[in-house]
């Protein structure tokens, strides 16, 4: 025999569904909370390499051009810092943020909606990374330019050192040909 739905009957359903989505709001504020330093982080490193590989790029489109173009570029951007136009440093502009794993929370299915966005975020930076150094392993000159770019740009070293073997890193921005000079602690 079927149950008769009643407004009683209505009310608890409705009741339970409210109860559903305020918990389900809940989760998402909570894993929000949680990842959003993490997150951020990431994005800034994303855009940061990205970045540098622009600008690594770009200053070898510069020294590949003609004396008269790469002196005609010269004189452009010269004219552009007398009118105010200033060029911050890479030092200026990368300000990296320490990527760390968000602490545990006490709800346990949330926990592990965190471990799952952590892992699936930490996955692509190393996947992104692993591009980076793959494209550094192939061409020399990109790496020797990239690693200067990432010691001036004071990206961390246990990081920079995945991109480019360390002995690479370091005869890049310190050997004889290197030229970034280094605070010593």
Known sequence: MAQRRTPFNC???FAQKIEDLNRGLNVMSLRQQATADFR???DVERLLLD???DKVESDQRIESMSAETREFFEKAKIKLELHGVK???ISEICRWKKIVKPEAIDDMEVQRQIEADYASAME???KRISNIGARCAK???FARDFSRKLAEAKYPIEDSIRIVPMLKF???TEGPNGGIP???K
């Open 51 to 53: 970045y540098l590989i």
């Open 182 to 184: 280094r605070p010593r």
């Open 40 to 42: 951020s982080a990431i």
């Open 124 to 126: 692509e930076r190393n």
């Open 139 to 141: 061409d020399p000159k």
């Open 11 to 13: 009310l608890g359903a």
């Open 170 to 172: 370091i005869e890049y």
């Open 87 to 89: 060029q911050e440093s």
